[in-house]
């Protein structure tokens, strides 16, 4: 079967298209703003890229379309494909249909840490041998691809995004997964661009609690207000809290202030184990995102002392807190920071393990959320924890960013020119600086131009 995807760059249908290259299927597809790492996954797996949208790229008359959820009504691709007739689905339902049916899945939610939890939880599986698929919306660096099969009848993690399905389905898409485990990260305000508010998420929430069978496990972070609420609009799976709370059956103690060595206590039932994580990730946020990846691994089969030594060969995802090059003794680390409080977590995760130099913090507010400024009131505060910040506004930011920089409780500038940035950042970073890079865009690619011009200055 031919399949034509619209959107393949994004994360979630650039990974379906690996899925279902994997299935024996014939893949293309169409996107508009290519860049890695997702561009170079897709041709290196042999996947047709057409730049751009447009009725020609259908000339060949695919058999299925698979439409992503930032394409919609106007799009001229999009209208070829109602034009011709043409056979579409969107990527969730494909997935659901195609390559969940059979499998023990395991979707990991939450507003902040979804990929970071989920590349975890892959890996303690596939550390235990029990090959597990996934489909993961970034690119877990301990196996190189965002998203595989795995073995037959083997466990399967996804990511499960709350944002909707397709501009013909306004479901969040992991309603669509029927999972048996249930991670429930966090959550709190996102996606202003089509909910209202808080209270429209939690009931999304719900509809995924209402689809996890008795047999199987809701996984439900401590200390998280929103999603007791949604507990509270029924529950009909057995709850196990993670956290550091003393009535969590899942707690964390730390042993180092950065987070980098932590021990887990598991008491639940007659279940009393503990076990140390050494490991090179930093944040108490990152350490919470690993509890519940041993929750999830330990419903499987894998047990916590396994697991906690399995987290000592676990790399970061890419874009997560990853580094991206070092010019004499100046590091340039990229992260996915799509909210205040994400952009807060990511800094004060570093800034505990930065004991030389100072943090520079430089940020893209590129997010849905953060275009339409309904937490711009927010942003000037997470920057708390770096020593400088550089905010850069991308021209399609319409509001703007001078009262960020008025409030901002480290020194701050505003760039709006992304050569003038990294000249900038040349001029005042020196040996043992950490400057990190936060968007969830790619930024004009400023982590090469930045580490050229580094290499240059430094020649």
């Known amino acids: 079967m031919h399949l034509h995807i619209l959107g393949i760059c994004g994360t979630f249908m650039g990974s379906l298209a690996l899925l279902a290259r994997e299935l024996g299927h014939t893949v293309s597809g169409s996107d508009a703003g290519v860049y890695p790492p997702m561009s170079t996954q897709l ?6 890229l057409c730049e751009g949208y ?4 259908l000339a060949s008359r695919p058999d299925l379309v698979v439409i992503g959820n930032a394409l919609s009504r106007g799009n001229p691709e999009v209208e070829a494909v109602l034009d011709a007739g043409l056979a579409y689905v969107s990527g969730p339902q494909w997935l659901a249909e195609h390559v969940l049916p059979g499998r023990r899945v395991i ?36 196996f190189g691809v965002s998203a595989r099969l795995g073995g037959a009848g083997a466990p399967f993690v996804v990511e499960a995004d709350e944002y909707d399905t397709a501009f013909f389905d306004k479901r969040s898409k992991f309603v669509h997964y029927r999972p048996e485990i249930a991670i429930l990260g966090n959550l709190e305000f996102d996606h202003a661009d089509i909910f209202p508010d808080l209270a429209a998420i939690e009931r999304q929430f719900h509809h995924l609690v209402r689809t996890v069978p008795g047999k199987g496990r809701l996984l439900v972070a401590d200390g998280e207000p929103a999603l007791e ?6 529950a009909w799976t057995p709850v196990v809290h993670f956290g550091d709370a003393a009535h969590s059956a899942w707690r964390l103690e730390l042993e180092r202030e950065d987070a980098s060595r932590f021990r887990v206590i598991h008491q639940e039932g007659e279940a009393n184990e503990d076990a140390v994580v050494d490991w ?36 970061t995802p890419r874009r997560r807190q990853e580094l991206r090059g070092e010019v004499a003794g100046i590091q340039v680390i990229d992260d996915f920071a799509h909210h205040p409080t994400a952009i807060a977590a990511t800094l004060e995760g570093l800034r505990a393990a930065t004991t030389r ?42 509001w703007s960013l001078a009262p960020v920089i008025e409030a901002s409780p480290v020194p701050a500038r505003l760039e709006e020119d992304l050569d003038a940035l990294v000249a900038s950042l040349v001029a005042e970073a020196r040996p043992y600086d950490r400057i990190v890079v936060m968007s969830n865009g790619g930024f004009g690619g400023i982590h090469e131009k930045l580490l050229a011009a580094l290499e240059a200055a430094h020649d």
């Open 229 to 234: 609420r949604v507990l509270d609009m029924g």
């Open 54 to 57: 447009a009725a020609a790229n």
């Open 107 to 142: 979707a990991v939610a939450g507003t902040h840490g979804k990929t970071t939890t989920a590349s975890l939880t892959a890996w303690l599986l596939e550390s235990a041998g029990l090959d597990p698929g996934f489909l993961i919306g970034g690119v877990p660096r301990n």
């Open 357 to 398: 130099g100072r943090l520079l913090a430089v940020i893209e507010p590129r997010s849905n959320t953060m275009r339409l400024g309904t937490l711009s009131d927010r942003l000037a505060a997470s920057v708390a924890a770096a020593d400088q910040a550089y905010w850069y506004r991308p021209a399609e930011l319409d």
């Open 43 to 48: 041709e290196e797996a042999g996947i047709t």
């Open 280 to 315: 090179p990730l930093t944040g108490a946020y990152n350490a919470r995102n690993a509890l519940a990846a041993l929750a999830a691994a330990h419903a499987c089969g894998v047990d916590p002392a396994r697991g906690a030594a399995a987290l000592a060969r676990f790399a």
